[in-house]
């Protein structure tokens, strides 16, 4: 039971970390991006591939070690973003969405289906899991201290980037554009500054979740998994609030995970259909918060310089 | 002329919202410009500020072409503006929408934000005390950690005047200062921009609707109609003027 709690953290703290990521994009820049998902899912192929032996069955033999192939796993979704970024970031709100999505399902395919680069959907096996011929009892206790800190670390990290001079701008440019130019800020480049550094940190939680897992594939990448579910996460916490984001991130994840205790007491033929009500499940979550509670469990934060205080 | 408008031309589908427009804005002046509902004055503003492209004609500022700048680079040539109904900043603070203002921020860098983060404090110190003064102006300090969008819409207008004095520009373009003011705040509205215009010697370029507001704040005024500027004169050649009436009922026997 404990290294069920353990493993439940782990994860929670991957997702939270991709949520955070996508906070920082829609909640206090508002990039609607309905593509985090193919960031996450760049990141962690990039941890794979970096670090895989060499093998026949995909590209490989890098021969990076964890964790240094997390910043290749950081560099690679960045750079990819960055490039979406010049056409992407020409619109804006739900034309931005619908552009990202698309951007999503490409990457998903490319993934899927070239063979050479990813192994298709037989995925990517025996990936480097650190340290774990040491402690495989232990595991997931180990594993959650690396993702939990870097979990706390991220958190700490946006809440500086948001309240500096820049995140300041970012949030300005999200609450009225024109103004901001009006205010002599370049606004394309802070997007853009905001989009690259996003999808890299969703890069970062997805080169996290191969060293954990072992073994990755396409399916652990469905846009339920890979995005709706980081979007529910900051929706439910509040968006623009990186403290409701982990809230909304650790009670999702636990909804998620919980209701897979409650399909194992279906009998036979009704435990395929559960898994469908857990899906089904989590869209009611979506409904409940947005008619109830639109701006989340504790809404948006409001920001008060600290310079203010010392006086 | 400060600013120098030369046969501006704007076409949006069929209609040409701008048409040969040509006049200047004197420095230290608080020049009006009035005309009759869709004459083309917030379009102007919007050529002038780099949001549109002209389709011919130029827009010179201090002798220099701008023509082609976007609204950023115009912002840090000494021209900023504000817009018709108040934006800006909504969901901040009063405090930190007047923070964003000042130029040459080395925290508004991502990397300096975790290099050089003591030089950073000292100039958010300075540019908040300069903040608090402007705020003080205005008899609005103790409004400094509401949310913008709470603010009446008096104390709004006032707040993008407090925005523009944390910027420093030489000329200010204002898109309705009487839109959302209430009648009783007018005056008070107007009486700052005066003042502003003879302290701090900013230019004023105001664009309104309503004819009392601009009356008693502006000189001189610049009328246009269909696009194109009509005439221009003080405020008492302007009211006695048969073609500005013409143009003023017109409108509205159209309504």
């Known amino acids: 039971m404990l290294s069920y709690i353990a493993s439940y953290l782990v994860m929670a703290s991957i997702y939270g970390i991709i949520a955070l990521a996508l906070n920082f994009q829609w909640g206090f820049s508002g990039l609607m991006n309905f593509g985090i998902g193919a960031s996450y899912m760049l990141g962690a192929y990039s941890a794979a591939l970096l670090s895989s032996a060499p093998t026949a069955e995909h590209l490989g033999g890098f021969g990076v070690p964890f964790p240094l192939d997390l910043v290749g796993a950081a560099i690679i979704p960045g750079f ?29 395919l490319i993934v899927h289906n070239e063979m050479w680069l990813t192994n298709g959907v037989w995925g990517i096996r025996d990936i480097s899991r650190p340290l ?107 968006s623009g609030n990186n403290r409701g ?16 205790f409650l399909t194992d007491f279906f009998p036979g033929s009704m435990e395929t259909r559960a898994g469908f009500m ?34 | 002329m400060l600013l ?30 009035i005309g009759p509902n869709g004459a083309g004055k917030t379009t102007l503003f919007n050529l002038v500020t780099g949001f549109h492209p002209l389709d011919s004609g130029r827009v010179y500022f201090k002798g220099e072409d701008i023509t082609e700048l976007p609204p950023n680079e115009i912002f840090h040539k000494g021209l900023f503006r504000t817009f018709q109904i108040v934006r800006g900043y909504e969901d901040m603070t009063v405090l930190e929408s007047l923070l964003i203002m000042p130029t040459q921020q080395l925290g508004e860098n991502f990397w300096n934000i975790w290099t050089k983060g003591s030089k950073i404090e000292e100039q958010e110190k300075k540019f908040t005390k300069k903040a608090i003064e402007v705020l ?7 409004r400094k950690e509401e949310l913008a969008r709470n603010l009446p819409g008096g104390e709004k207008k006032l707040l993008d005047l407090g925005r523009m004095m944390m910027a420093d520009p ?17 005056q ?43 005439t221009s004169g003080s405020p008492e050649e302007i009211k006695s003027n048969q073609e500005v009436i013409e143009a003023y009922l017109g409108e509205e026997e159209r309504v």
């Not at chain 1, 984001?245 to 897979?260: A, C, D, I, K, N």
């Open chain 1, 80 to 108: 990819i973003a960055f490039l979406i970024g010049f056409p992407a970031l020409k619109l804006k709100g739900g034309p931005f969405a619908i552009a990202t999505l698309a951007i999503h399902e490409i990457i998903y």
């Open chain 1, 132 to 238: 774990y011929s040491q402690m495989p009892q232990q595991y997931d206790f180990f594993y959650l201290l690396i993702a939990g800190g870097m979990l706390i670390g991220f958190y700490f990290f946006f809440q500086k980037a948001v309240r500096s001079p820049w995140g300041r701008v970012i949030r300005g440019i999200k609450v009225d554009e024109d103004m901001a130019l009006m205010s002599g800020k370049y606004a394309w480049s802070y997007k853009m500054q905001s989009f690259v550094l996003g999808s890299a940190i969703a890069g970062i939680a997805g080169g996290l979740f191969v060293h954990y897992t072992g073994f990755v594939s396409p399916t652990n990448f469905t846009p339920l998994m890979a995005t709706f579910i980081v979007w529910l996460m900051v929706m439910v916490g509040g």
């Open chain 1, 245 to 260: 984001v982990l809230v909304g991130t650790f009670f999702v994840w636990g909804v998620w995970t919980g209701s897979e």
């Open chain 1, 278 to 311: 857990r899906m089904f499940l989590m869209g009611i979550i979506l409904l409940i918060v947005i008619i109830t509670r639109p701006q989340g469990i504790f809404g948006k934060e409001k920001i008060i310089p600290k310079y203010l205080r010392s006086e």
């Open chain 2, 4 to 33: 120098e408008i030369e046969k501006a031309n704007k076409r949006f589908g069929g209609i040409q919202a701008v048409r040969d427009c040509s006049f200047g804005v004197e420095k230290g002046s608080i020049t009006g410009l």
């Open chain 2, 136 to 142: 003080e102006f205005f008899e609005m300090a103790d």
């Open chain 2, 170 to 186: 030489e000329l200010v373009l204002l898109d309705e200062p009487g839109a959302g003011v209430p009648p009783s705040l007018q």
């Open chain 2, 188 to 230: 008070k509205v107007n009486n700052y921009i005066k003042r502003i215009s003879d302290d701090k010697n900013v230019t004023f370029f105001v664009v309104e609707h309503d004819m009392n507001v601009i009356m008693n704040l502006c000189d001189p005024i610049i009328v246009v109609v269909e696009g194109t500027n009509l």
